[in-house]
C-alpha cells in the first residue's frame, strides 16, 4: 500500500502534563514532489488535535467536518469532548466515506483527564498509545521512540524526542523532509511552531 502513498512521517509523543505531534511539511507522491510547505497538522478542538501522513487534503475536509461534529458534541455534553470520542468520530467518518487511503496514516490526541494517543486503524479500531508513528517513514521513526521514550517526561524532552523521530526519519526517506510542524496540546490549549529540519 505504502507505494501508492503519499509520503512523509509524523509522529505523536505524550508527557507528563500533554501530547506532542510532529510532522513533516514535504509530500512527495512517488518521485513527483507534490509541496513543500504542507500542514499536516489539525486543531480539532481546543484539547484535541491530530496529525496525518497521507492524503492532507482529505484530511483538511475531515478534520473541519470532526471539528464541527465536535462543537454540537461539546453543547450536548456540556464539557470537554475527550480525546477517545473524538478519535472514535474520526475513525466512523473515514470508514462510511470511505477514505480508505488515509485509514492507517491518523494520529489523534489531546488532553481533558489525561494525556493520550491514539492512531486509527483501516477496520475503524482507535488504540491507545503512549506514543505512535505514521507514515512512509514510521519504523525508522520507531527506531528512534521505542528505545528513548519515557513515561513522565517533561513537555521539552517530548517535544525534542517526537523532532528527532522525524528527523530520523526524513534523513533516510526522500519522500520527507524539507521542514517541521509542532503542535503542544496540554490542559491550557494547543500551541503550534514551525521550523527548518536540520541534520
Do not use: H
Not at 86 to 114: C, H, W
Not at 138 to 166: H, I, R, S, Y
Not at 170 to 189: C, E, F
Amino acid at each position: 500500500m505504502s507505494m501508492y502513498m503519499p509520503g512523509a512521517t509524523a509522529v505523536g509523543v505524550t508527557f507528563d502534563g500533554g501530547v506532542v505531534f510532529a510532522s513533516e511539511k514535504r509530500i512527495a507522491f512517488g518521485n513527483f514532489l507534490v509541496s513543500k510547505t504542507t500542514k499536516k497538522t489539525f486543531e480539532i478542538t481546543p484539547k484535541v488535535g491530530a496529525t496525518c501522513a497521507g492524503l492532507v487534503a482529505d484530511m483538511q475536509i475531515l478534520s473541519l467536518q470532526i471539528a464541527a461534529l465536535a462543537k454540537i458534541r461539546k453543547m450536548e455534553l456540556k464539557r470537554e469532548v475527550p480525546p477517545n470520542s473524538v478519535a472514535k468520530m474520526m475513525s466512523n467518518m473515514m470508514y462510511e466515506r470511505r477514505y480508505f487511503p488515509l485509514l492507517t496514516q491518523v494520529i489523534v490526541g489531546g488532553v481533558v483527564d489525561k494525556p493520550i494517543l491514539y492512531t486509527l486503524d483501516p477496520l475503524g479500531s482507535v488504540l491507545p498509545d503512549e506514543y505512535a508513528a505514521v507514515g512512509t517513514g514510521a519504523e525508522m521513526a520507531l527506531g528512534v521512540l521505542d528505545p528513548q521514550f519515557k513515561q513522565n517526561m517533561t513537555e521539552n524532552e517530548a517535544v525534542d524526542l517526537a523532532k528527532k523521530a522525524v528527523r530520523s526519519a526524513s534523513l533516510r526517506d526522500s519522500a520527507s523532509g524539507d521542514g517541521l510542524d509542532i503542535m503542544i496540546i496540554t490542559k491550557d490549549g494547543i500551541r503550534e511552531s514551525s521550523e527548518k529540519i536540520t541534520n
